[in-house]
């Protein structure tokens, strides 16, 4: 009698563990569902915070499961949890339940990471002092032109020289815009074969003469790191440091442009710098 009272204690045990468990999980499900169906969910795409460790890791994750490093990205920005067990729960939750909201979200992940291939700042030549350095300043505040916020990531040059650091392209893709803008001053962007659009601005000229439609090469020379724009007249300078600002878009659900976190993409690229022979 008492054997079988222990065995039906550890029945019952494992019952409520399980259904502590599977509330637990219900539970979560039911935050993310609250978090696709609101502006929560694009707003965490939009900040893009994973540390560049936290997203290679994700990779090996992947490596024995039927998602991608994108999936693990998505579910480590809905729910802050970073093992592959319970990111794989979590996934598994999403795509049963949810799986065209999620297919979209990766589509926008798809289009910021998808085809990274390098720093958009190469290394200067061994012994050079020249260097960029950069903050996570993102939506900070900003006022010319009125008040609004920064979407972009700006690199700041150790040598305050127009024309001498080189800007590559982060990314194959084809030349949307190119030429000035009153904020960005001499600029280019890049629609990436995934979708995404790379813009950057504030120039000092450009490598050669870029046409919209044409296609370019993931660490093709754009340009070269200035101090246009911030003025009415084409051609102004001065009105700031020399810095080359990033910025990276994606294309809303009404067709909107949708700015997106350059930073930790930044941070991640950091070790797939191409070397120049300047400085």
Same mark, same amino acid.
């Given at each position: 009698m008492k054997k079988k009272l222990c065995i039906n204690l550890l029945i019952l045990t494992a019952l409520v563990c399980f259904a502590t468990a599977l509330t637990g999980y219900v539970r979560r499900a039911a935050e993310i569902a609250n978090l696709l169906v609101e502006e929560d969910a694009m707003e965490l795409l939009r900040q893009q915070e994973v540390p560049a460790e936290k997203y290679e890791s994700f990779g090996d994750y992947g490596e024995d499961s039927e998602y991608s490093r994108l999936s693990y990205l998505l579910g480590y920005l809905l729910t802050g949890e970073a093992g592959a067990r319970e990111l794989d729960s979590y996934l598994g939750l999403l795509y049963q339940y949810y799986p065209q909201e999620v297919r979209r979200l990766e589509e926008y992940e798809e289009a910021i990471w998808g085809d990274l291939e390098y720093f958009p700042v190469p290394l200067p030549r061994q012994g050079s002092s020249l260097a960029?350095?950069?903050?996570?300043?993102?939506?900070?505040?900003?006022?010319? #032109?009125?008040?609004?916020?920064?979407? $972009?990531?700006?690199?700041? =040059?150790? /040598?305050?020289?127009?024309?001498?650091?080189?800007?590559?392209?982060?990314?194959?893709?084809?030349?949307?815009?190119?030429?000035?803008?009153?904020?960005?001053?001499?600029?280019? #962007?890049?629609?990436?074969?995934?979708? $995404?659009?790379?813009?950057? =601005?504030? /120039?000092?000229?450009?490598?050669r003469e870029f046409q919209e439609g044409e296609e370019v090469k993931a660490g093709e020379l754009l340009g070269f790191m200035g101090d246009s724009g911030y003025g009415e007249q084409e051609g102004t300078i001065g009105q700031f440091a020399v810095h080359l600002h990033v910025g990276i878009y994606v294309e809303g659900n009404q067709g909107e442009e949708v700015s997106v976190n350059p930073y930790w993409v930044l941070k991640w690229l950091e070790k797939r710098r191409l070397r120049y022979g300047y400085g």
């Open positions: 960029v350095s950069y903050d996570n300043s993102w939506m900070s505040e900003r006022s010319f #032109g009125g008040k609004r916020g920064h979407e $972009g990531t700006d690199l700041m =040059a150790s /040598l305050n020289e127009r024309g001498r650091y080189p800007v590559v392209s982060m990314t194959d893709g084809v030349v949307e815009k190119v030429g000035w803008l009153k904020l960005g001053g001499y600029r280019i #962007g890049i629609r990436s074969p995934s979708g $995404g659009y790379f813009y950057y =601005a504030h /120039l000092y000229d450009y490598a």
